[in-house]
């Protein structure tokens, strides 16, 4: 995971110093949030929240509210700070599936 991660901000770096960002897909995928939400937010269990075609306000919300942990949940509280600055591109994938 730790490994993945790095490599995905090393290439978020690469991406930023090339001018171009990131996909939110990408982002998401990477970071292992496929893991648990399932691919394109719809997840094999119900253990986790479906992510797929949520109101992208809301979502942009959710996840700033978990970094500040104003929202608590030990899992998110760790997972939402790896996608400061990608919010918005997660929310809008995520919003169209
Ligand atoms: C290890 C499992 C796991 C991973 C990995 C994970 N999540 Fe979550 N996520 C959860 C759980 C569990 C909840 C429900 C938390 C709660 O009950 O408040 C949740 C909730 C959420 C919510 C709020 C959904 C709702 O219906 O209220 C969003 C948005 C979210 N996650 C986005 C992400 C993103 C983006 C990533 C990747 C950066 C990610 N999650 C990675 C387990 C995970």
Redesign the pocket.
Known sequence: MRKILHYTLAMMALSTTLGVQASGKS??DS???????GIDGKPATP?????AG?DVTW?VK??KD?QSSV???P??NA??P??VGY?QA??DY?SKQ
Request: net charge positive.
């Open positions: 982002v998401y970071l292992g949030c496929s893991s648990c939400h253990a986790y929240p479906a992510l949520k979502f959710q996840l978990f929202r608590k949940d899992t998110m997972m939402a790896m996608v919010e997660i929310a995520l």
